[in-house]
């Protein structure tokens, strides 16, 4: 019997680039391949839902796990794999923080299922007919589909969570450190976000270039206006999440000249990463009336967006609430 690390990977709501950035590890994946068994991985093996229940508890050494919860099928499947794993890793901004999908927090679960089936330019539903969660089919056989939950919720918001790899998606460097240090047993504290806890500007290319005062007086969109290479980003009225995010990244969107827009999450003494950044942009705009501030804000068209841009489940906001 192969005494190789069993290892798991599962796919929740999320883009699938975070399955990508394990192939992105090049010629590094058959280091890994070769060193553990992989015995879930639906999106690149022919895995069944039966198989993962046929696994004795805790017999999986590690299951990396991407992407928010939203389906009762979602939530089903992690709660068995937290059952049947001794570790798990939460992986990548979706599955950390909401993600993307998160954002659907701005909205009633009613609102997002009526624009769907209903209202939505292009659709052709005149009955206004909706999925059903059970029926019958013609062999009076009972068909089940995943109940679309209230809220998107974050990994850890439904099971105990071990570890955390940032990043949407996390790169080649984090996910092989996370893996060598499961391998060679070295693991941190139980918690640990596998990324450096220093905020991004600590390694911005471009820090020394970061006025002590910025005194903004507007914010610039980067389809509407060019950035200059060589200084610093937020400086130029460009919003930039690169105070309130941690670090880890290696800077990749600020070296290709686009401001980063905050998928590592906070550091571990931030409470709320969009919360931070207002604080920070608060002391920073240069008008102090306001009708002028109120001018100058308006360059922000969509402030949960870029605020919360990855992390709205997890942010003291979390959710609308229509009363």
Known sequence: ??????????????????????????????????AVDIVLWP?????KRSDVEGMADKSMTVCFINGAVRTSEQEEMVRMLRKKAQFVISFGSCANSGGIPGLANQFSKETILKFVYEDCPGVDNSARTRPQTRMKDEGDRSLHLPVFRDMVRSLDQVIDV??????????????????????SGKLPAKGTVLSPDVALCDECPRKD???????????????????????CILAQGFLCMGPATRSGCEALCVKGN???????????????????????????????ETPEIDKVLSGIPDPVGSFYRYGLPKSMLKRRIDN
Do not use: N
């Open 209 to 231: 270039s970061k006025p002590t005062d910025l005194a903004l007086t507007e914010f610039k969109r980067p389809h509407l206006a060019p950035i200059d290479p060589e200084k």
């Open 43 to 47: 999106v690149a093996m022919d895995f």
């Open 1 to 34: 019997m192969s005494a190789k690390p069993k290892v798991g990977f599962y796919w929740c709501a999320s883009c699938g680039g975070c399955e990508e950035a394990v192939v992105d590890l090049a010629e590094g994946v058959l280091d890994v391949v070769a």
């Open 258 to 288: 686009m401001p980063c827009s905050g998928c590592f999450g906070p550091t571990s003494k931030v409470r709320d990463q969009g919360a931070k950044l207002v604080s920070c942009l608060a002391g920073s705009i240069a008008a102090k």
């Open 162 to 183: 071990d570890y955390y790899l940032p990043g949407c998606p996390p790169t080649p460097k984090l996910i092989m450190g996370g893996v060598q240090a499961l391998l």
